[in-house]
């Protein structure tokens, strides 16, 4: 079992930036590809964004292209995202999780999932 652990999240205005980080305790963190997902009230979680264990390959939801950068530091057990331009739309929880190769849907190889970042986009 993983320990997944998302920071980061709070409170900004449209147009703003966050940077939310996830680490991931108890397995070979470069041996796992590793996504993001957000979930706003009432809604169904969705992808965000992921990137292969060696940090060369990634890929975004057609959504957030152009704004969110996703990126990790293996000697950390960590995952970032970078969000810019952010807009109300970006409001919800945000979770990382192990993803499979290219199709990018969560697996339940780290167990439970975390307890997620809230994002808030507000004027």
């Known amino acids: 079992q993983v320990h997944l652990q998302e920071s980061g999240g709070g409170l900004v205005h449209p147009g703003g930036s966050l940077t939310l980080s996830c680490v991931a305790s108890?397995?070979?963190?470069?041996?796992?590809?590793m996504g993001w997902f957000r979930q706003a009230p009432g809604k169904e979680r969705e992808f965000v964004a992921a990137?292969?264990?060696?940090?060369?390959?990634?890929d975004y939801n057609d959504s957030v292209k152009g704004r969110f950068t996703i990126s990790r530091d293996n000697a950390k057990d960590t995952v970032y995202l970078q969000m810019n331009s952010l807009k109300p739309e970006d409001t919800g929880v945000y979770f990382c999780?192990?993803?499979?190769?290219?199709?990018?849907?969560?697996?339940?190889?780290?167990?439970?999932w975390g307890q997620g970042t809230q994002v808030t986009v507000s004027s």
């Open positions: 990137i292969t264990g060696s940090g060369l390959s990634t």
């Open positions: 108890g397995r070979t963190f470069s041996n796992y590809n």
């Open positions: 999780n192990n993803v499979r190769w290219v199709t990018w849907d969560a697996t339940d190889d780290f167990g439970p």
